[in-house]
Every structure is written in structure tokens, then in C-alpha cells.
């Protein structure tokens, strides 16, 4: 069994920054991509960021320039960097990782984390 463990959220006012961070454990032989996908009341789940196991990254155009998805391969392990933070980035940020298990690959979603940008 894997699990996805998210920390990091909270509120925060706007223009400021937040660091959310995302361990992987139990049975992985490794994993592909990792990604943070965010829904705000209301809205679809949408992806704000990816990460490949070889480091390339993308982003939604709402946080480019702002936000900053990184990696560390050894720990398993994926961060996301929020910077300049705005009303409209509140929302529950979910983790999201392809890992390849004793049975094959599989999809696995962290319980997500609540950021709230507000003065």
C-alpha cells in the first residue's frame, strides 16, 4: 500500500508565501511524475504543477512565475513553493503521484491540504 502524506498548508495574507510538501511511503520501486492539483469551493480539481522523475516541470498559467514545484528523488518526496500567494489561490491542494508498486503501477492522491489566502 502507498501513501501520499501532504503538510504545509494554512492561512496566509495575500502576497505572502507557503510551502507545501508531500512524502510518499509503503511498498514503491519508484516513482514517475508528481503533481499538486487544487479545488477551490465550487470549482473541478484542477492541476497547478507537475514534476517528472527527471525534473521537468509545468504549470498552470494562473501561478506561473509564482509558484515552484521541486523534487528530492531520495526521500520521495515533492514540494510546492507558493509565492505571492492571491484570494483566488485558496483552495484544498491535493497531492498526486504514478508509482510503480509490487503490483504494478498505481495512482495515489494525498488527503489534500486547505490554503486560505486572506487578509
Known amino acids: 500500500q502507498v501513501q501520499l502524506v501532504e503538510s504545509g498548508g494554512g492561512l496566509v495574507q495575500p502576497g505572502g508565501s507557503l510551502r507545501l510538501s508531500c512524502a510518499a511511503s509503503?511498498?514503491?520501486?519508484?516513482?514517475?511524475?508528481m503533481g499538486w492539483y487544487r479545488q477551490a469551493p465550487g470549482k473541478q480539481r484542477e492541476l497547478v504543477a507537475a514534476?517528472?522523475?527527471?525534473?521537468?516541470?509545468n504549470y498552470v498559467d494562473s501561478v506561473k512565475g509564482r509558484f515552484t514545484i521541486s523534487r528530492d528523488n531520495a526521500k520521495n518526496t515533492v514540494y510546492l513553493q507558493m509565492n505571492s500567494l492571491k484570494p483566488e489561490d485558496t483552495a484544498v491542494y491535493y497531492c498526486?503521484?504514478?508509482?510503480?508498486?509490487?503490483?504494478?503501477?498505481?495512482?495515489?492522491w494525498g488527503q489534500g491540504t486547505l490554503v486560505t489566502v486572506s487578509s
Open positions: 498526486n503521484a504514478v508509482t510503480l508498486t509490487t503490483g504494478g503501477y498505481l495512482e495515489v
Open positions: 514534476i517528472t522523475s527527471g525534473g521537468s516541470t
Open positions: 509503503g511498498s514503491i520501486f519508484s516513482i514517475n511524475a
